[in-house]
Nanobody
Framework: QVQLVESGGGLAQAGGSLRLSCAASGRTFSSYAMAWFRQAPGKEREFVAG????????YYADSVKGRFTISRDNAGNAVYLQMNSLKPEDTAVYYC???????????????????WGQGTQVTVSS
């Protein structure tokens, strides 16, 4: 089992940047592919970005491609989401998630993730 704790959320202006962190504890962190999801008020939780166990491959939702970057530090048991050129529509609670499946296939599928953090709020003002 792995426990996930997100941090780094807050308030940013449109065009600004934030960096989210997700600290993992428990079983070997490098055994898990990781992802970030987000959920805006009144909307379903949606995939943002994913990264394979080794960090060698990443995958992004079209809405954030070119603006967000996911990375991981297996030695430090952490995954990050660098968010640049923020837009008001990026406002949401951001969740870190882990899964044992490593393939890129279905990386955006919420149901394939075994563990979730509690979320961190990101608010982007216009």
């Amino acid at each position: 089992q792995v426990q996930l704790v997100e941090s780094g959320g807050g308030l940013a202006q449109a065009g600004g940047s934030l960096r989210l962190s997700c600290a993992a504890s428990g079983r070997t962190f490098s055994s898990y592919a990781m992802a970030w999801f987000r959920q805006a008020p009144g909307k379903e939780r949606e995939f943002v970005a994913g990264i394979r166990r080794s960090g060698g491959s990443t995958y992004y939702a079209d809405s954030v491609k070119g603006r967000f970057t996911i990375s991981r530090d297996n030695a430090g048991n952490a995954v990050y989401l660098q968010m640049n050129s923020l837009k008001p529509e990026d406002t949401a609670v951001y969740y870190c998630a882990a899964r044992t499946i490593d393939a890129l296939a279905l990386m955006a599928f919420l149901g394939s993730y075994n563990y979730w953090g509690q979320g961190t709020q990101v608010t982007v003002s216009s």
